[in-house]
Each structure stands twice: as C-alpha cells, then as structure tokens.
C-alpha cells in the first residue's frame, strides 16, 4: 500500500469513526441536559438544542481524533 492511500484511509477512518462517535457522545450529552432530538416528536426548541448537540459533537469528534491521528502518527504521515 502507498502512503498516499495508507493516509487518506487512516484520514477517513479518523474522521468516520470521530463522526460517529461524536454524534452519540453529544447526543447522550443533550439528552442529559433534557434536549433529546432522537426520541421525541416535532421540531420545538427541545429538539433544535438536541440537534445542535450532536453536530456539535461530530465536530468535536472529528477535531479530537485528527488530533489522536498526528499525535500518534506524526505530522509527516497526516
């Protein structure tokens, strides 16, 4: 496998595995805090709370495993 390919798969790998894991961590974090926007009805200001959570949490999640990639693999690798 090239480097090319071995970087933009641990990129996508760091970034799919940050999407998601993120979504669920702010999504547990909204629903906490009583803005679930999974489990409940309509389009109040419950739910667009609930909402920014988990976006918020996939960039989160997304920024911090980046971060993990360089620190473990260095800035030259990614």
Do not use: H
Request: with cysteine.
């Amino acid at each position: 496998m090239t480097s090319d390919i071995k970087k933009a798969a641990l990129e996508g790998l760091a970034d799919a595995a940050g999407f998601v894991l993120g979504a669920l961590a702010g999504w547990q974090l909204g629903t906490a805090f009583g803005y679930d926007f999974v489990n409940t009805p309509g389009w109040g200001l419950p739910q667009l709370t609930g909402l920014l959570f988990i976006v918020l949490g996939c960039g989160a999640g997304r920024l911090l495993f980046r971060r993990l990639l360089k620190q473990y693999f260095g800035p030259d690798r990614t």
